[in-house]
T-cell receptor, first 114, second 114 residues
């Protein structure tokens, strides 16, 4: 089955610097890759996603890149701010009996230092 | 809209006890999911439902049961609780499983089995 690895497990950056989180997946049939942000004490929230027919997608300070050949995708956050501090999860789609489900990576705890 | 609500927020169970985790959504979503999140791990899918009366197993279904009698509610039942079920449980819902169809998560239930 699908396996999603995520690195690094923790990441500290200075405010204003960039942060990059990388994920790899194993199933070449995966075709949709969302990223979720989880703030302390809350459930995860979708921040950006990408389909397999797209190489890059941007939304303000956040971007995601996908390399289908190498089976890896990355989250890029520029001009980091203290409110970006959270745990970030990548996920890869898998086919279930009734549509798509997801396999999640183990998460990256991002700390933005003021 | 309240979104996805979960009760209780916290619960301590003794080994062998049973309990039901409640989940409700008011977005008229067809799809609902139960995940568990262990420390340092990503979300693992326990069960999901595609509509009233239709449920399917996820990656880690053993020790759990679900039912879906209404569109709004998707309770998760733990029978004979074991220490291995100590975790944070998240319920989520989505309109469908198409691309970009965001899963909305509840705030979670922290369960400890001792």
């Amino acid at each position: 089955g699908e396996n999603v690895e995520q690195h690094p497990s923790t990441l500290s950056v200075q405010e204003g610097d960039s942060a990059v989180i990388k994920c790899t997946y194993s199933d070449s049939a995966s075709n949709y890759f969302p990223w979720y942000k989880q703030e302390l004490g809350k459930g995860p929230q979708l921040i950006i996603d990408i389909r397999s027919n797209v190489g890059e997608k941007k939304d303000q300070r956040i971007a995601v890149t996908l390399n289908k050949t190498a089976k890896h995708f990355s989250l890029h956050i520029t001009e980091t701010q203290p409110e970006d501090s959270a745990v970030y999860f990548c996920a890869a789609s898998i086919s279930g009996n009734y549509g798509q489900n997801f396999v999640f990576g183990p998460g990256t705890r991002l700390s933005v230092l003021p | 809209n309240a979104g996805v609500t979960q009760t209780p927020k916290f619960r301590i169970l003794k080994i062998g006890q049973s309990m039901t985790l409640q989940c409700a959504q008011d977005m008229n979503h067809n799809y609902m999911y139960w995940y568990r999140q262990d420390p340092g791990m990503g979300l693992k899918l326990i069960y999901y439902s595609v509509g009233a009366g239709i449920t399917d197993k996820g990656e880690v279904p053993n020790g759990y049961n679900v039912s879906r009698s209404t569109t709004e509610d998707f309770p998760l039942r733990l029978e004979l609780a074991a220490p291995s079920q100590t975790s944070v449980y998240f319920c989520a819902s989505s309109h469908s499983t198409g691309f970009g169809d965001e899963q909305y998560f509840g705030p979670g239930t922290r369960l400890t089995v001792t």
